[in-house]
C-alpha cells in the first residue's frame, strides 16, 4: 500500500500498533485492528495490512500563544532571555497588532496544527488594553471559522501586577466572559500576590469562567506562587479547572520545600502543563555560560502524586521561543527527551492526548467504538522508530478521511515582516 494515500471509508486497518493505555490495557504498545467509517466503528468489509503503523488519536495542544505566533522575523528577541522576550514583544505588540495582523498570523498557525494532527488548541492572548478588545473578537472569528476541524479556546493573558478588582481589568475579565474565554494571569512573588489570586479567583467564580494562571517561570528558588495558588484554591473552594502552566522554579528548591508544594498542589487538584522547548529555550540562559538546568518542572513528581500533567506547544517562532511549528509529534519527541519520559509510566502518551482535553474540558480523544475517526498514522512499528524521525509522511484523518496535509509556505508571511 502506498502509505500516502488510504481508500475511502468504510475500511479495517489491520495490524495496527497503538498504546495499551488507549484500549485501557496494561503494557506498552499493543497489535490491533482498527474499522473506520465517519466513526470507529465495530468492523468493515474492505481490510488493509497496516505493517504494524502506529495509531494515535488527534493531539490537544493546550498551552499556545497564537496572538505571539511568527512574529520573530521582523521582532527577533536581541539576546535570548526571558527580559528580551518580554521587551520584544510588548514593543511589537504596540506597534503592530492589528487585527489584520493577528488574523493572519493566527491563521497560519492553526493550519499548521491541524496539518500536523491537532484537533483541539487553547491559546492565551494578550490582554492589556486596548489589545484585549481587538484580539478576542479576532479569536472569536478565528474559533467560528475552524469550528468542526480545530476547537478553539482563548485564556486572556495579563501581569499579577496589572490585575486589580477594579479598573481595567474588569472590563478586560468581561470581554473574556462575552467570549466564553478562561480567565488568565501570570504570577510573581509580589508581596501582595496570595490576595491578588484570591481576587482573581473570586472574579473568575462571579463570571462562571476557569482560571489558567503562568507560574513561577523562573530559576529562582524563592519564587513558589505554585503553592500560593493551591493554597487560594483550596481556602476559598474554588470549583472550576485550575489549570497551571511553566511551574520553573519548583524544580529549583530544596527537595522538602518542593515536594510540600506538589502535595499541595495536588490536594488543590491543580492540572499541570509543562512546555519543555520553551523552557528550555529560556531558562538559565546566561551569555557566554552553559546553561546548567532545563528549566522544566517536575512532572514525574507530580503524575506520582495523582496530579493531571499535560505538554504542549506554548510559543511559536516568536521572541518567546524561536522554533516550533504547532506539531504535537515534535512536543512529545522532545518532551521525551527532556523530561526522561521513557522507561517511565507506559502512559505518558496521555500527556498529549487525554490530560490535556481534561484539564480544558475538550472531548476526550478515544480509539473507542463510536469515537469519531479523527487519527494520526505513522510510519513507525515502535516509540524508537516514532521519535527517531520528524513523521513528515505521516497520515491524519478527519472523520476517517484523509486531509490535505500541505503545510502553508513561509512566504505567505513576508508582507506582515516588512519594517515600518
Known amino acids: 500500500m502506498d502509505f500516502k494515500t488510504l481508500p475511502r471509508v468504510p475500511v479495517r486497518l489491520e495490524n495496527v500498533t497503538v498504546p495499551a493505555c488507549l484500549l485501557g490495557l496494561p503494557g506498552d504498545l499493543v497489535r490491533t485492528s482498527l474499522a473506520l467509517d465517519g466513526a470507529i466503528v465495530a468492523d468493515a468489509s474492505t481490510v488493509i495490512d497496516m505493517g504494524g503503523a502506529m495509531v494515535l488519536p488527534c493531539f490537544t495542544d493546550m498551552h499556545t500563544h497564537l496572538d505571539k505566533g511568527h512574529i520573530s522575523p521582523r521582532s527577533p528577541n536581541p539576546d535570548g532571555t526571558f527580559d528580551g522576550a518580554l521587551r520584544t514583544v510588548g514593543a511589537d ?3 503592530r497588532w492589528t487585527a489584520q495582523d493577528v488574523a493572519a498570523r493566527m491563521e497560519f498557525s492553526l493550519r499548521c496544527a491541524y496539518a500536523h494532527g491537532t484537533r483541539a488548541v487553547r491559546t492565551h ?12 473578537p479576532v479569536f472569536a472569528a478565528k474559533r467560528e471559522e ?9 485564556v486572556c493573558l495579563v501581569g499579577a501586577e496589572d490585575f486589580s478588582t477594579h479598573g481595567a481589568f474588569l472590563r478586560t475579565a468581561d470581554i473574556v466572559a462575552d467570549h466564553g474565554g478562561v480567565l488568565g494571569m501570570v504570577t510573581y512573588p509580589l508581596p501582595d ?4 489570586i484570591r481576587d482573581f479567583l473570586q ?15 523562573t530559576q529562582d528558588p524563592g519564587s513558589n506562587t505554585l ?28 527537595e522538602a520545600g518542593a515536594m510540600e508544594t506538589l502535595d499541595m498542589a495536588a490536594r488543590a487538584g ?13 531558562q538559565d540562559r546566561q551569555a557566554g555560560r552553559t546553561p546548567r538546568s532545563r528549566g522544566i518542572t517536575l512532572v514525574h513528581e507530580m503524575k506520582a502524586r495523582g496530579i493531571n500533567v499535560s505538554f504542549a506547544s506554548d510559543n511559536t517562532r516568536d521572541p518567546f521561543y524561536a522554533y516550533g511549528d504547532m506539531d504535537m509529534l515534535e512536543v512529545m519527541r522532545e518532551a521525551t527527551r527532556i523530561a526522561h519520559l521513557d522507561h517511565s509510566d507506559a502512559d505518558w502518551v496521555q500527556a498529549f492526548l487525554g490530560n490535556p482535553s481534561r484539564a480544558c474540558g475538550f472531548a476526550a480523544p478515544s480509539l473507542a467504538v463510536g469515537a469519531p475517526a479523527d487519527l494520526v498514522i505513522f510510519r513507525a512499528r515502535n516509540w524508537s522508530e516514532l521519535f527517531a524521525r520528524p513523521q513528515s509522511d505521516r497520515i491524519v484523518l478527519r472523520g476517517g478521511l484523509a486531509i490535505d496535509r500541505t503545510l502553508p509556505d513561509y512566504s505567505e508571511l513576508d508582507p506582515l515582516m516588512e519594517p515600518q
Open 193 to 196: 500576590i496570595s490576595s491578588r
Open 93 to 95: 505588540r504596540a506597534a
Open 227 to 254: 503553592r500560593a495558588i493551591a493554597e487560594a484554591v483550596i481556602d476559598t473552594g474554588f470549583a472550576a479547572p485550575v489549570v497551571v502552566g511553566h511551574c520553573c522554579s519548583v524544580s529549583r528548591m530544596p
Open 270 to 282: 491543580l492540572n499541570v502543563v509543562s512546555l519543555p522547548m520553551c523552557n528550555l529555550y529560556l
Open 125 to 136: 492572548l494578550d490582554a492589556i488594553a486596548p489589545q484585549d478588545a481587538i484580539s478576542f
Open 146 to 154: 475552524w469550528a468542526g476541524r480545530i476547537d478553539l479556546q482563548a
Open 203 to 217: 472574579m473568575a467564580a462571579a463570571r462562571g469562567l476557569s482560571a489558567d494562571f503562568h507560574v513561577d517561570e
